[in-house]
Every structure is written in structure tokens, then in C-alpha cells.
DNA sequence: CTTCGCTTCAAATGAGCATTTCAAATGCCA
DNA sequence: TGGCATTTGAAATGCTCATTTGAAGCGAAG
């Protein structure tokens, strides 16, 4: 066999291109030929190693998205014994840690699918986010006691993951909104990942419980109408 | 003069055909062909009209946007001088019917443009989200009481918006990952705009409530590690 | 009727890009 | 060393697309 050494050499170097640039520029902004001039190999290459840019694509989504879960696992080390409410914020600790590692770029993948899907992904996708959110809805049922119905565990779930996705949304949102005056006073919002992992916690357990505590048997509807 | 029937009419077929394409398919999926094939126009008329494809893509949003606020009005009607309690209800509703309109295409477009900018839409951007971002932090300022911090109030902000936008995007999630099996038994996000709006509210008062209320001085650090 | 703007049209231009091709290089086994 | 499979290289192919061009169409003013 050929040795790991060169061979497979060129393959990673494409690999990890082809990640940065997909993440930065979408499955439509990056060129394959962009891709090789940064893997330095030649423009055949990407053909020879993965049959085209659709499956270095998915290729390239795969392995980010391994990397990243790797470095940030799931419950981020809780147990799944625990209670609910540590293993809520084990899940949501872990879930904008990954979010925010600039090292992880599958999320920025996933982003720009949602925005302006090439179809490419969604095997991919449903996979690894499907065992995700089935940890959140047990988490969340056991938290809402009696008022666990699966309109509340569905509402409460899409509350705390939006928290958890949104700061890099902003963070995009405010850097790209900041070009033109380079010194804007503070800083927009805080690059301290901790303070908004312990924000998003505080803020969701207080919503919960706000549900599951709820007096009137109807959800109360529009007042201020 | 010329008639304003037929002479602007094609100009405003293009520009509603543009919409609709680049709210579907972003800046980068849709061609001029594809729009002046929509619009009953010649290939040649966006040019004519708009100069090319760049600022077509930012009249369409502008144009978009305008309508879209005009159909939704900030606040959701409630006056200025009502209590903070009842204008983060307005402001709410507000934003989530607009972008849960149907007929907005302004917000696909901030979505593409916030995963993959083309650049194009910054300055346009900038303009019209800063009024209402004003607004809610001098809302959410009030709401927080003694515990009105800059950084408290950009972290519920975070929190509020989060959950506004993020309905659209589940959406589009379920709906992209539902594509296999067609028949996935109970909807998956309720597409009852009223009754998210009422969780987000519900949600969202508790969440402010909590850390208003909060006695230690200092945020709670990380206790599961 | 003719001329003059404004608008529409079909075809052409030219750039960018994914993919193919085939020759050269490189390492491996006998 | 010489054949053989794998890998790399540079140029070519063929497609899509934005934009340009120059020739009509067409209503109104002279």
C-alpha cells in the first residue's frame, strides 16, 4: 500500500481547505480552485480524490462536524444521571462552547445550509442533530413536571436553542454591521463565552419554571391587544 | 411623459420577481435570466432599469423591508408611554408576526446575507435595524430595575431577539429535514404564530424577572465543572 | 409624415468555473 | 533496472452567467 506519509497527505490538505473555505464562503462562494491553490495541490485534485465539489462538501461537513463534537461532547461531561437541571446546563455549556470554538467550523456550514440550503447536506444533518435534540426534550420534560405536554417541551426546546445559536449569529451581525466605523465604543456584545453560557442558563431555567408553575390552565392570551 | 402604467410597470415586475427569487434562492443562487423569465421582461430591462444585478439586489431588499414594516408597525401598537411590561409585549409580537409573514421576504434575505454576505446590504442593513434595537434596550433597561448593566441588558437583548428570529429558522429546519419522510406524524414547530408569541412573552418576562431579582452580586459561575 | 426619446428585443461578448484529459512524475515490487 | 499503479501537472473543454450592443418598436411632439 501507498504510505500514509504523502498519499493521504494531500487528501487532509484539501480536506481542511476545503473546511475553512466552505465555512467562510458557502458551497457557492468557494471555487475548487481556490480550495487547491490553498491545499497547494493541483486543480485535478479534488476531482481524483472525492469525484467532485458536491462530495468534498459533505466530506468536508462530516469531518468538521466530528472534530467539533469531539472536542466538545455532548451534556459537556455531565452525567446522564444527574439531574435534569445540571444536565441542562451541561447540554447548553456544551452546545455554545462548540459554537463558539473558532476552531469549529461545521456550525458556520450548517448556518449558511439553513439560509440557502444546496440540498447537499441533509442526510448528513438529520443524523447528528437528531440524538441532540432528543437529550434537550427528555431534559426539558423532566424540568416542567405537570406541565410537560409536547407543545411546552417543543416551545421551551426552540427558546433555549435559539439562546444557544444566536450569539454567533449577532456577533456576525455586529461585526459585519461595524465595518464602516472601526471604533464603535464598547464592544457590541461580550466575547465572553462563560458570561453568556451562565446568562442563557439563568434565563432558561427562569422560563421553565415560569411554565411549569403557570396558574391558569390556558396559556394566557393576547392582553395588550 | 411616459405612462406610469406599462413604462414603471415592468420596472416593478422585476422588482417584485426579484424579491421572491432572491428571498428563495439568495444573491448568488438566482440569475438575472431567472428574474426578467419571472417578470415577463427582456434580459436586458434590469440593467436598463437598475444599472445591474448589485443594486436590483439592494432595491429588492429595501423595497421588501419598506412594505414589510409598513404592514407590521413597530411596537405592535402600543403607545410609547405604556408600561415596559406591555411594550416588550408589542415589541415582541411585532418582530415575530413580521417575520412570520409570509409575505415578508425581507427577513430571508438578512438571514442569507447574515450566513453568506455578499457586502452589498450592509449600509441598508444598518439603517433600519439600529431604530429597533434602541428600542428594545430601553425597554429591557427599564424592566431590569437597579440591575440595569450594559452588559445585562445586551445579554437579555441576546436573549429576546434570539427567540424572535429563531422560529423562521426551526421552521425551515423541520421543513428541510422532513423532506425523506414525508408523513413525520405531529407537525413539528406549531405554525400557530399567536401561541409562540405568547411563550416568547412568557419566557422572556421570567428570564428578565430572574436576573433583576438576582442577590448574588456577582454572576453565578459555572457550578457543574 | 417625420423625428425624437424612451423602451424592448435577440444575439453577442467575455469572464468564471467545474470537470476532463492525457502526459509526466513518483514510488513500489520483482 | 524496468514494468506497473498511483498521483500530480497544465492545458483544454464546455457550460452558466452578467453585461453589452445595436437594431427595432412605439407613442408623442413638431
Redesign the interface.
Known sequence: MKTDAMSHDTRERILQAATQLFAE??Y??TTVAAVCRMASANIAAVNYYFGGKDALYVEAWRSAFLASINRHPPL???SPEAPAE?RL??WI?SLIERISDPDSCDFEIV??E????TGLL??A??ES?SPMEKMLAQIVGELLGKKKT??NI???M??I???C???R??G??HQ??K??RPKAG?E???CDV???????I??????????AN?KSPA???????
Open positions: 464562503f458557502g457557492r462562494g459537556g461531561g455531565v445540571a446546563r451541561g455549556r448556518h449558511m439553513l439560509a440557502n440550503p441533509t442526510n444533518m438529520r442533530i409536547p407543545e417543543q416551545l421551551c426552540m427558546s436553542q435559539a439562546q445559536l444566536n450569539p449569529v449577532l456576525k451581525r459585519m454591521l465595518q464602516e464598547p457590541p456584545l461580550s462563560e458570561k453568556i453560557v451562565d446568562h442563557v439563568e434565563f432558561s431555567l427562569a422560563g421553565i419554571a415560569a411554565i403557570r396559556t394566557p392570551r393576547r392582553k395588550g391587544k
